[in-house]
């Protein structure tokens, strides 16, 4: 199965921005469609952005107008830069495909008022 690497959370202020990144250790991205996820304590997985192999997008209506997703085929990385960040942002954030995830070991954003 393709592994994958989350990075680039950190310890923010609100209306602070970070960019997380997933790198796959396989070529993905031309045949999957890839999502963002994240869980916070006592919540449910929260799948908050999405992209497809023909580069559709998807956001949920808590992240849309503030986050972006994006890949690079050529880097094999998928990344989601996160702008005007708030407190119910906080959570650990996983990259999985949409189909047949595997979860990785995330990377933590905390978003501090």
């Known amino acids: 199965q393709v592994q994958l690497v989350e990075s680039g959370g950190g310890l923010v202020q609100t209306g602070g921005s970070l960019r997380l990144s997933c790198a796959a250790s396989?070529?993905?991205?031309?045949?999957?469609?890839m999502g963002w996820y994240r869980q916070a304590p006592g919540k449910e997985r929260e799948l908050v952005a999405a992209?497809?192999?023909?580069?559709?997008?998807y956001y949920a209506d808590s992240v849309k107008g503030r986050f972006t997703i994006s890949r690079d085929n050529a880097k094999n990385t998928l990344y989601l830069q996160m702008n005007s960040l708030k407190p119910e942002d906080t959570a650990m954030y996983y990259c999985?495909?949409?189909?047949?995830?595997?979860w990785g070991q995330g990377t933590q954003v905390t978003v501090s008022s």
């Open positions: 999985a495909a949409l189909i047949n995830p595997s």
């Open positions: 396989g070529s993905i991205f031309n045949i999957n469609a």
């Open positions: 992209i497809s192999a023909g580069a559709t997008t």
